[in-house]
């Protein structure tokens, strides 16, 4: 019994070990997202105009520090025409969750001197330089990421990831989708006192222009494609359905279709449409 139960255990951490490394070997790259802002405490739900999509950029690269994990990454992200101006920058270390948790957690860390260390990964003197003191825990902030096929789907836990840009009492939930061409995140901010949502932004696949191609009909709404541009722009149509153009090279993921063509749908009727509350459901 005992010998069996050793066995188990090693079986169990070997496969958590499998997902860690799955994870950081999807995680590393280049993302190119376009990213929108649904909801704001000025405006309230936020038109979705082709101007307003902001082209994001995230690279993502394995680096070693073996005195902080076995599995780190260095993270940076900024707009797309501007990689000098970081607009996060962050260590990410993976381990396997605690048990029972079948799950992989990345710690996140910040710099205490973020400038001095921008490009990171491109510059192995500095990164040998780099010491515990250099660096700063963000607390409540670990994210949990589960293995959904050949995707992983995680996020904050709770309400421990304080909201660190205002002095206001609020806590931040970030989802991340990460897939092979796939690279969704949602960034939301509470109040803590009554959670109610204060802002929301979306970032999702940026698609080159490309041929023809179909978009989903999760909504009811006809999706059609467009050569010439480079972003998912839904568009309100007439009457009751919505017509979502998309400027692509290839069909968005599905999960990226659905939630597009719904956003629209139920900002106008300030509720879930039929057909989109699965889908509503999958993004909470």
Same mark, same amino acid.
């Given at each position: 019994?005992? *010998? $069996? =139960?050793?066995?188990? /255990?090693?079986?169990?951490?070997?496969? &958590? +070990?499998?997902?860690?490394?799955?994870?950081?070997?999807?995680?590393?790259?280049?993302?190119?997202?376009?990213?929108?802002?649904?909801?704001?405490?000025?405006?309230?739900?936020?038109?979705?105009?082709?101007?307003?999509?902001?082209?994001?950029?995230?690279?993502?690269?394995?680096?070693?520090?073996?005195?902080?994990?076995?599995?780190?990454?260095?993270?940076?992200?900024?707009?797309?025409?501007?990689?000098?101006?970081?607009?996060?920058?962050?260590?990410?270390?993976?381990?396997?969750?605690?048990?029972?948790?079948?799950?992989?957690?990345?710690?996140?860390?910040?710099?205490?001197?973020?400038?001095?260390?921008?490009?990171?990964?491109?510059?192995?003197? *500095? $990164? =040998?330089?780099?010491? /515990?003191?250099?660096?700063?825990?963000? &607390? +409540?902030?670990?994210?949990?990421?589960?293995?959904?096929?050949?995707?992983?789907?995680?996020?904050?836990?709770?309400?421990?990831?304080?909201?660190?840009?205002?002095?206001?009492?609020?806590?931040?939930?970030?989802?991340?989708?990460?897939?092979?061409?796939?690279?969704?995140?949602?960034?939301?901010?509470?109040?803590?006192?009554?959670?109610?949502?204060?802002?929301?932004?979306?970032?999702?696949?940026?698609?080159?222009?490309?041929?023809?191609?179909?978009?989903?009909?999760?909504?009811?709404?006809?999706?059609?494609?467009?050569?010439?541009?480079?972003?998912?722009?839904?568009?309100?149509?007439?009457?009751?359905?919505?017509?979502?153009?998309?400027?692509?090279?290839?069909?968005?993921?599905? /999960?990226?279709?659905?939630?597009?063509?719904?956003?629209?749908?139920?900002?106008?009727?300030?509720?879930?449409?039929?057909?989109?509350?699965?889908?509503?459901?999958?993004?909470?």
């Amino acid at each position: 019994m005992v *010998l $069996l =139960a050793g066995v188990l /255990a090693v079986a169990v951490q070997a496969a &958590a +070990g499998a997902q860690v490394e799955a994870l950081q070997q999807l995680w590393s790259g280049i993302h190119d997202s376009s990213e929108q802002v649904v909801s704001s405490p000025e405006g309230g739900i936020s038109p979705w105009p082709e101007s307003g999509d902001l082209r994001v950029r995230t690279i993502v690269s394995a680096v070693e520090l073996p005195w902080l994990g076995r599995q780190v990454l260095y993270l940076e992200e900024f707009l797309h025409d501007d990689p000098e101006n970081l607009r996060r920058q962050l260590l990410v270390q993976l381990e396997p969750a605690e048990p029972p948790a079948r799950a992989v957690r990345a710690h996140l860390f910040t710099f205490s001197n973020p400038r001095h260390w921008i490009h990171l990964s491109h510059r192995p003197q *500095l $990164l =040998a330089s780099l010491r /515990a003191a250099d660096i700063v825990t963000s &607390a +409540g902030c670990d994210l949990l990421f589960t293995s959904e096929g050949d995707q992983f789907r995680g996020g904050t836990v709770g309400r421990r990831c304080p909201d660190t840009r205002t002095r206001a009492a609020r806590y931040l939930d970030y989802q991340l989708v990460i897939g092979t061409d796939l690279y969704w995140y949602r960034r939301r901010i509470f109040r803590r006192s009554d959670a109610e949502l204060q802002e929301e932004v979306v970032g999702y696949n940026w698609f080159e222009a490309g041929a023809r191609r179909s978009c989903g009909r999760s909504c009811g709404s006809t999706c059609t494609t467009r050569e010439g541009g480079d972003a998912l722009s839904p568009r309100t149509g007439a009457g009751s359905s919505s017509r979502c153009t998309v400027r692509t090279g290839r069909s968005p993921p599905p /999960a990226m279709r659905s939630f597009s063509c719904c956003r629209i749908r139920a900002r106008n009727s300030r509720s879930h449409p039929r057909g989109c509350s699965s889908m509503a459901n999958r993004l909470h």
